[in-house]
T-cell receptor
Framework: GQNIDQPTEMTATEGAIVQINCTYQTSGFNGLFWYQQHAGEAPTFLSYNVLDGLEEKGRFSSFLSRSKGYSYLLLKELQMKDSASYLC??????????FGAGTTVTVRA | DAGITQSPRHKVTETGTPVTLRCHQTENHRYMYWYRQDPGHGLRLIHYSYGVKDTDKGEVSDGYSVSRSKTEDFLLTLESATSSQTSVYFCAITGGGENYEQYFGPGTRLTVT
């Protein structure tokens, strides 16, 4: 089975940094994805990690440690528009994804 | 924009009635997926397809069937809708990006009364 855990909610102030952790125990591993989902909308792809280390994309960075079954998404210079749910997903051996329940981030002024 | 549309976008139906949701893509992608999203559960895979007439079950397939007679269309059918199937349904495709990431349609909000 697949077990993917992430915190339910996080709150941060505009301009600050927030780190969303994701731990996983899955039967296979072929990459980890982060998606952003605004309320009432579809998820949109943010980042992908398949090797250990940090991937940076502008204000967003994602880290992976395969030996620890751990990833995090780092959001820097938070803006109000970053208020959304962030979904961690693991791809197994083929093209299927298993998702965590999502972390709702609220950015306060 | 991955060229994915879903219809209908909203539907209210009664318990016991059949319901079919349609997912349409314009870019000839091989893999297509149906998910449901419920509070506290995230996205859960219902069924997926890896080609015309090639489908397989996901983790929450009971009460659902699918069909794919053309590359561009993937249909999800609830043979006899129940209140537990009230949910938001998302279709997705594995796009042509270098990471084979999935792209999602806009979703269908289904309410079974």
């Amino acid at each position: 089975g697949q077990n993917i855990d992430q915190p339910t909610e996080m709150t941060a102030t505009e301009g600050a940094i927030v780190q969303i952790n994701c731990t996983y125990q899955t039967s296979g591993f072929n990459g980890l994805f982060w998606y952003q989902q605004h309320a009432g909308e579809a998820p949109t792809f943010l980042s992908y990690n398949v090797l250990d280390g940090l991937e940076e994309k502008g204000r967003f960075s994602s880290f992976l440690s395969r030996s620890k079954g751990y990833s995090y998404l780092l959001l820097k210079e938070l803006q109000m528009k970053d208020s959304a749910s962030y979904l961690c997903a693991v791809r197994d051996g083929d093209y299927k994804l298993s998702f965590g329940a999502g972390t709702t981030v609220t950015v306060r002024a | 924009d991955a060229g994915i549309t879903q219809s209908p976008r909203h539907k209210v139906t009664e318990t016991g009635t059949p319901v079919t949701l349609r997912c349409h893509q314009t870019e000839n992608h091989r893999y297509m997926y149906w998910y449901r999203q419920d509070p506290g559960h995230g996205l859960r895979l219902i069924h997926y397809s890896y080609g015309v007439k090639d489908t397989d079950k996901g983790e929450v397939s009971d009460g659902y069937s699918v069909s794919r007679s053309k590359t561009e269309d993937f249909l999800l059918t609830l043979e006899s809708a129940t209140s537990s199937q009230t949910s938001v349904y998302f279709c997705a495709i594995t796009g042509g990006g270098e990471n084979y990431e999935q792209y999602f349609g806009p979703g269908t909000r289904l309410t079974v009364t």
